[in-house]
Nanobody
Framework: QVQLVQSGGGLVQAGDSLRLSCKASDGTFSRYTVAWFRQAPGQEREFVAAVKWNGIPFYADPVKGRVTISRDNAKKTVYMQMNDLNSEDTAVYYC???????????????????WGQGTQVTVSS
């Protein structure tokens, strides 16, 4: 059982940057694919970014070039740096983790069994 604890988030202005963190409790964290999803009010949860166990990143088209996902396995932590934020980035952000996720499924939230508590990101224009 993996527990994920998120930090970061908050209220920022358009154009600002923010870094979210997702720290795992499990020592085998280095084997997990970790992803970030977000959910805006009245909308479905959507994929933002993911990083595989080997460090290979995946990004959703709306955030490409503005978001960087990285991992520090020694710290059992995944980071998501978000730059040039805009109002459409306003949402609750969740990290998720699981093992053995194939590339074609990496954007599917149902593939992940372990979830963080969620953190609000609000971008004011």
């Amino acid at each position: 059982q993996v527990q994920l604890v998120q930090s970061g988030g908050g209220l920022v202005q358009a154009g600002d940057s923010l870094r979210l963190s997702c720290k795992a409790s499990d020592g085998t964290f280095s084997r997990y694919t970790v992803a970030w999803f977000r959910q805006a009010p009245g909308q479905e949860r959507e994929f933002v970014a993911a990083v595989k166990w080997n460090g290979i990143p995946f990004y959703a088209d709306p955030v490409k070039g503005r978001v960087t996902i990285s991992r520090d396995n020694a710290k059992k932590t995944v980071y998501m740096q978000m730059n040039d934020l805009n109002s459409e980035d306003t949402a609750v952000y969740y990290c998720a983790a699981d093992q053995n996720i194939i590339n074609s499924s990496i954007r599917m939230s149902r593939q992940y069994d372990y979830w963080g508590q969620g953190t609000q990101v609000t971008v004011s224009s």
